[in-house]
């Protein structure tokens, strides 16, 4: 058996983050920039079953037997045994290694599971659907976040923007390719704060629990941003784009997931001439990003690194996507 890679892109969530938990729509797009890469070696003189896993990046060396249920790397070993039925694995040594900044809202923890899914299953000589792929890595991304939306997983796997809507019942959640009507330009700038997802969706669910009406105010408002900014991508309207992207971020202010340095950086970004920002994903550190004519992005890049960010990424958001339903490839 030949030794199998497979990689993953992050992403950032341009619109709708934790009101997407609750069942309002939100919109991602994949960050090629950053990549999780899983490698799988085969070991043909250890026993069948023997299954080492390395992550050098979070300085992880474990057999799979030794790792806890809650591991989510384990986890996503056991979603294809599961899937596949070829149990006990053969031999084998799992590499997994990642750009993607953890705890940083650019999806890094679902990248490495799509990866290590990929790279698994082809090994094993299976070719997983892409709906498939998803699901499973969905299973992991609960430990990660407890309640997880499931966009995360979707956008990492798909690998295009996308317009995603969870069914709040179980059923089957919307998921639509996103096709811009125009290429654009965003630069990600980084906080340097870790800021686990799963703490700060907690303490949202918290704060819903004691206003529901309150919360659910600030959701449907969020949900009404995204619907209009989907059509402002389809349409190539950057300007107000980027107003929306703002009043997003105000409602995420509101909700009280944003944080001192966050809005620093966003405010740099309008200083700089950003037609919009906003912070990124779960909040209260991670990433923030901002939407620039794309001549400006390098001088804006600068600016955020000026207002203290560690690290910043230029992306462009291409048209390259068809228009089909994802959910069917
Ligand atoms: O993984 P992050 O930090 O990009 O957060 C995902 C977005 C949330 O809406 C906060 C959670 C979710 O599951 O959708």
Known sequence: MPAISASAPGKVILFGEHAVVYGQPAIAVPVFQVKARAMVLPEPLKPAGWVRLQAPDIGLEALLSELG???PLGEAVRQVI???GVDPLPALTLR??????VASGLGSGAAVSVAVIRALAEFLGYRLPDRR???MAFEVEKIHHGTPSGIDNSVITYARPIYFQRDLYGGKNRLETLVPDKPFTLVIGDSGIPSPTGKVVGDVRQAWRADPEGYEQIFSQIGELVRIARRFIETDDPQALGSLMLQNHDLLVKMGVSCQELNGLVDAAMQSG???AKLSGGGRGGNMIALVPPERAKTLAD??????AV?????HVEVNA???DTQDR
């Open 311 to 315: 690290k910043t990424i230029i992306t």
């Open 96 to 101: 997994v290694t990642s750009t993607i900044p």
């Open 82 to 84: 599961n899937k596949t």
């Open 322 to 324: 068809s228009s089909e």
């Open 133 to 135: 792929v998803a699901e």
């Open 69 to 71: 249920e809650e591991d």
């Open 303 to 308: 600016a955020l690194v000026k207002a203290g």
């Open 274 to 276: 950003a037609w919009g």
